[in-house]
DNA sequence: CTGTTAGCGCGTTCAC
DNA sequence: GTGAACGCGCTAACAG
């Protein structure tokens, strides 16, 4: 009352009250009731009771995070970009699990995270969101634009499964290696025709058989590291893109791969969402599995849906790939020159695979 | 190098370019500069070419976003607040579509999401993220406080499946009639002995038996309605309360349920993913569904791993409700007054229910 | 311990 | 069309 009636007669409801606002019922400066809220100075034990109390008088909820970000040049925000619809980002466990140990970390700094596509119209939070720094997830060919604005932008830039970039702070994981490892195994058993079935290739994630022409082409690091792997071991290898990390993507692969002929022995699945997709296929068409077909998945999350079976897959740290993106992150705004991190994934070994039989 | 020159010997290499620099470059005001960025004003070609050129020259990756928000006192972010671990959030199909139809409405718009949760060390970006509007989501009883929060930053706040609160944006889904819905049909298949396996009643995420008090003190209203939903068909019915909407947690639950003497005819599940934890239960202990037990859903999500059987269950438009969500953001933001929206479950019948049978 | 001063980088009045 | 001045709300320096 006493504010309204002394400082201003124009606006009798000031909205929102700024610390200026408090400062001045409290009848200090505004530094003061600054240092007061942040609890960063010294300030006596009376005067910070007046502070509170002209804040709660007026309602005030504390500085304005806005204000905050400019003066002090942060904003505590990480951006997570996505390049997937957000949906299909959110239908892989692997995935999830990664956003879960990148949250947990975040969270425990005090850091947000801020979710953008880049793709779509949502694209505009790229050059336009607040953020401190950035981390990149399952990046595609757009990501050297983006990139770019990024470092334009003086922001550190985290990616995780990407091909190497000046300014751009990699997580890796061995997908090439494992992939090998995982075909290593197939080989052993005898399996000598042998398919697979990748994760997307291109941003328009288009089906279909899988040529020299569109690998080469395609967005996708961790995909064609993951054929490439394959190809370490068998060379003449065929298979097909799916549509994205799903089960039922694997069964529509499935029955494409396992209608050929000479039907495959053994398929590598890019993920263990499409394995379970495939082992569905056999299903179908009345193969069994591990008899007449082995079935690799990767990830290593738990799927339901194919008990009794276990799937032999390649077990990746999903859930620490995520902190160490964080921790990553956290130390690059310290000014902290991280060392490069690389995950292994190992072969857990189900009865999803086994001896060719034929 | 002209610039560096002539502004400033002190600091050789300018790290962030403002819009300031550009301007100066360019040989135009401040002002200008900004409009030409903005497109908003009336800038003529020439001037306008000049200041991109500049801002090429200087690297310079476009207006501080910081800044703009605080000059335009709007930060383009929308807070999405999610009660749980943001794991198990993400591990519900249903939350998922939700966020899907939310992020797509948002991302049209302009707005990106940043992900906060209200419990754990997260919980400070309740009350420090810069946000223009928050999504109250799984709310708990945490709500009450955070709610306080931002009512006195200003911020509209929309909350989905919560109790009605005075400033605070309703959207409903008719958890309570949806549930009657799906045991009258059980009550006309001749259930009477009809248990339930409800969502997490507290924070906590505690297992065990229901009890009115637990219920009553419970911070999940939409866990309350479903209960009270079935209870207004069947007074006396017993259950118990998951630790999270999961198959294996329906998996333990069933355990529980069936285990009783006499042992339900049915069982509704407060989620697919815990009906189909039940049917495994079921099957674990030989017990035939829908034969011998019927088991109703919730959310009517595809679900993996119970074919043959198609789960009876209630269709709630989760991906709508997301969108209905944003929408509302958006008109609050506008400062529109949007109405109040209710969504409204439908009995999809599958063959996971039967009449009793014996 | 507290007050004063000076911006952070930008957008928006107004004049011209 | 363009420029000059001001202020968004806050905080880092210093001064007292």
Redesign the interface.
Known sequence: MRVEASAASERPVP??PNLAAVAALAGVSASTASLAFSGAGPVSEPTRAKVFAAAEAL????P????Q??RR?R???IGVVIDD???DA??D?AN??M??GL?DE???A?L??????DT???A??I????MDAVVLVGCSTELHSSVK?FR???IPVIAIEAEHMPDVFPIDLDNRDATALGARHLKQLGHENVAVVSLPLESSHARGPLTREREAASGSFTARQRILGARDVYPNLVGVASAGSF?EEGLIAGRALLAATPRPTAIIAQSDLLA?GVIRAAAELGIAVPADLSVLGFDGVSV??V?PLELTTLVQPSVEKGRAAGRAAIALLDGGEPDPIAFVCVLRMGNSTGPVNS
């Not at 304005?64 to 204000?67: H, K, V």
């Not at 050059?127 to 607040?130: I, T």
């Open positions: 909205a929102r309602n005030y909820a504390g304005d995070p806005r204000a970000s400019l040049g904003s505590g925000i619809r957000l949906r959110f239908r466990p999830i699990s956003l879960d949250a975040l969270g425990g005090g947000a995270m801020l979710l953008l596509t779509g119209e949502g505009a939070g050059s336009l969101a607040p604005i334009q932008r003086g089960i379970v339901e849906g008990a």
